[in-house]
């Protein structure tokens, strides 16, 4: 199996940064995609940025120029740096990692940590 644990989140102002990070552990698989979602109250979950083994990366058109994921494939780690906060980012925020084993992709999720941005 594998674990996958987020940090980072918390309560800031606009205009404000905070960094995120996730990282996916266990054994018997191999890490692929990594990537962040987000969940606000009465939505449903949105991509906000991915990022592939290789370094290729994807953002939500609501965070490019904002937001950097970024990777350490060593460690299974992955981050998210957030600036320029506003309050429509409030969200918790979800990692995901993607593993496979032989052929077969199987999508692992963190419990989430919470952004709050205050106006």
């Known amino acids: 199996q594998v674990q996958v644990v987020e940090s980072g989140g918390g309560l800031v102002q606009a205009g404000g940064s905070l960094r995120l990070s996730c990282e996916a552990s266990?054994?018997?698989?191999?890490?692929?995609?990594m990537g962040w979602y987000r969940q606000a109250p009465g939505k449903q979950r949105e991509l906000v940025a991915t990022?592939?083994?290789?370094?290729?990366?994807n953002y939500a058109d609501s965070v490019k120029g904002r937001f950097t994921i970024s990777r350490d494939n060593a460690k299974n780690t992955v981050y998210l740096q957030m600036n320029s906060l506003k309050p429509e980012d409030t969200a918790r925020y979800y990692c995901?990692?993607?593993?496979?084993?032989?052929?077969?992709?199987?999508?692992?999720w963190g419990q989430g940590t919470q952004v709050t941005v205050s106006s």
């Open positions: 995901n990692a993607q593993g496979t084993r032989g052929f077969i992709l199987y999508d692992f």
């Open positions: 990022i592939r083994s290789g370094g290729n990366t």
């Open positions: 266990g054994s018997g698989f191999s890490i692929n995609a």
